[in-house]
T-cell receptor, first 108, second 112 residues
């Protein structure tokens, strides 16, 4: 299967700070998504981004498929951004693989 | 409202007692999937289905069964649950092709 590595594993930020989360994957992928798991366990779609760059408010993401990585940018972080951020990829056989996540804590 | 629903949301059971976790989606998605989430391991795919009557094993299928008799439903069956199946389970669905996956709210299962 595809190996998905996320970094850093843990991140503590002061409210208002910016951050970059990274996702490396070991093989070609047909699908890449970023999710936020909130403290109640809900998985919330952030971006579907197999390639290119997208922005949604304070969040943006970039995937460079040829170099097998994706980045999630969070600007002007808020306490509600706390939680775990997951990257998930799909191989050509329609199987999905998740990274182990980045746990983000934003302190006021 | 477009959504993926799972039932039950919480379940405590005993070793060996068969159980079924239901999953339903109202978006007419072809692809459905089950995952388990364990601390430090992220989410791992158990089974997935490309369409009705088509199912395939994911990374961790041992101890689980699935069926896809209708497009909207994809139940997860544990015929003889064991304590190592204590976990948080998620169902998800998506359209076939370059589309994102949508997740249900999760089912927290404890097997004693």
């Amino acid at each position: 299967g595809i190996q998905v590595e996320q970094s850093p594993p843990d991140l503590i930020l002061q409210e208002g700070a910016n951050s970059t989360l990274r996702c490396n994957f070991s093989d070609s992928v047909n699908n890449l998504q970023w999710f936020h798991q909130n403290p109640w366990g809900q998985l919330i779609n952030l971006f579907y981004i197999p390639s290119g760059t997208k922005q949604n408010g304070r969040l943006s993401a970039t995937t460079v498929a040829t170099e097998r990585y994706s980045l999630l940018y969070i600007s002007s972080s808020q306490t509600t951004d706390s939680g775990v951020y997951f990257c998930a990829v799909m191989n050509t056989g329609n199987q999905f693989y998740f990274g182990t996540g980045t746990s983000l804590t934003v302190i006021p | 409202e477009a959504q993926v629903t799972q039932n039950p949301r919480y379940l405590i059971t005993v070793t060996g007692k068969k159980l079924t976790v239901t999953c339903s989606q109202n978006m007419n998605h072809e692809y459905m999937s089950w995952y388990r989430q364990d601390p430090g391991l992220g989410l791992r795919q158990i089974y997935y289905s490309m369409n009705v009557e088509v199912t395939d094993k994911g990374d961790v299928p041992e101890g689980y069964k699935v069926s896809r008799k209708e497009k909207r439903n994809f139940p997860l069956i544990l015929e003889s649950p064991s304590p190592n199946q204590t976990s948080l389970y998620f169902c998800a669905s998506r359209r076939t092709g370059p589309y994102e996956q949508y997740f249900g709210p999760g089912t927290r299962l404890t097997v004693t």
